[in-house]
């Protein structure tokens, strides 16, 4: 040991410094932060560390597993989490719950609760996962930390299948909106073998395709800014006609207590409506302080939660049963409100298409020959997504029944990302120091949504088949 007074010598500090180690995350962070200023052999009351060891941009380096420049954009605040993460979850979900309480009862309104209370400790086990392994920094990386290779294949399959099914989604919301918006309106067509109703959603799909072609992603994120305006023009819409009753509407409908038939398809809808947590990992990434996200979460969830609760009871009491799957088609036509309404369903779509494919065209990119130019890799994207974007617009019009359709992917798909694989990953990374409350609650929630998943996919699949067999008989 160096007499006091004594500065000791780089050797002697990384010797004596190898022998703690951290297990968690925010430990290593906490070392480092201290290594800055003492180390465990210059430390004499005060006195700062002579060591030239601990430079501050290798011990960060080391310590969260991130470069330098990563770290100096990672400056979102806290606020600004919250407003991203709830535009992330606000989508076609907000459209759906009206439809879902009616159906199901106003007593699912604790469903919708729980499931939202639930998907949001499932984002904070996301971040987490990501505090265990700073390396990770994306929804598959965390796959396969947790059960390797497998469990990376086994995550990008579930992000892309509901990628696809969610942009199907979509596409049956602007052929059903886009007909409306028109109704009324004579439009001459050419008389080709689709009928008007679909020719208008190809040529707004085709409008859209050039999107697929950005690589600039401050214009994606344009494109977001733009879809969280159109989620507020339609929650105003709605209320506005609730407050002033527009068309005559009054919110005086009787909603029914339980219906626990319906249990399983409605679980499925309110599921996808807090399906957002493939991209939870990025804005994990994106924060200036990462240990406050599980605090973005709790308000993210909790006013997503509040937005469609109170939405869902307004439209089920202003239409009762004659509430449509989309509300906006329930609103009074030709009224200047349910035009602003119909209009922002419209454009919801078209802003989605770009921002939905980009995680599927980034994983393309990397995995083109390092030869090819960047001209060929963008040619590449453009033409492998206008592919993709037109065949979801064939299986739109060929399936176009949207509460079926939704409540498929969110017991399919959605339960699957937002509550069991997440849960399933944090046991596995934490399974040495996981308590055996917290081991219980996890596996409960597996076995539950794992439950839902099942009976969901029953229920919605075979009201679909049954919805395209009475289709085809007519």
Partial sequence: MPMKGKVCSKQDCLNLTNQFTCTEAVHSVNLGEGCLNRCDVCLEESKVCGCDHCDINEVKTLATGEDVEQQSHADSSFFHCVINMSGMLIGLGQLST???????????????????????????????????????????????????????????????????????????????????????????????????????????????????????????????????????????????????????????????????????????????????????????????????????????????????????????????????????????????ITKIALWATVLTPMTKYALEFAPFAIQLEHNLPPSMSSRMKLITRGIVGSILLLLILVLALSVPYFEHVLSLTGSLVSVCICIILPCAFYIKISWACISKPILILNLLLIAFGTLIGILGTISSAASLVESLLKRHST
């Fill in 98 to 336: 009206p439809y879902a309480l009616e159906n199901g009862g106003w007593a699912t309104v604790f469903l919708l609760v729980g499931l939202g209370t639930i998907c949001g400790y499932s984002s904070h086990l996301l971040g987490k996962c990501l505090e265990k392994n700073p390396k990770s920094k994306s929804y598959t990386d965390i796959g396969e930390t947790a059960f390797g290779k497998k469990g990376k294949i086994l995550a990008a399959c579930f992000i892309y299948l509901e990628i696809f099914m969610a942009l199907v989604s979509y596409t049956i919301s602007l052929h059903d909106n886009l007909i409306t918006v028109f109704t009324g309106t004579r439009i001459q067509l050419p008389k080709y073998v689709l009928p008007p109703s679909q020719l208008l959603t190809v040529i707004a799909v085709l409008v859209a395709l050039p999107s697929l072609w950005l690589r600039d992603l401050s214009s994606i994120s344009f494109l977001s800014s733009g879809g969280i305006l159109m989620s507020a023009l339609i929650f105003m819409s709605v209320v506005c006609t609730a407050i002033f009753g527009f068309g005559g509407v009054k919110a005086n409908k009787t909603i029914p207590v339980l219906h626990l038939q319906k249990i399983p398809a409605i679980s499925g809808l309110y599921v996808f409506s807090y399906a957002g947590h493939i991209v939870f990992p990025n804005l994990y990434k994106s924060m200036k302080d990462p240990s406050k996200f599980t605090k973005v979460s709790i308000a993210s969830f909790a006013s997503v939660t509040a937005l469609y609760a109170s939405l869902a009871f307004t439209g089920a009491k202003l239409f009762g049963p004659q509430v449509n799957p989309q509300i906006t088609l329930s609103m009074p036509q030709h009224h200047f």
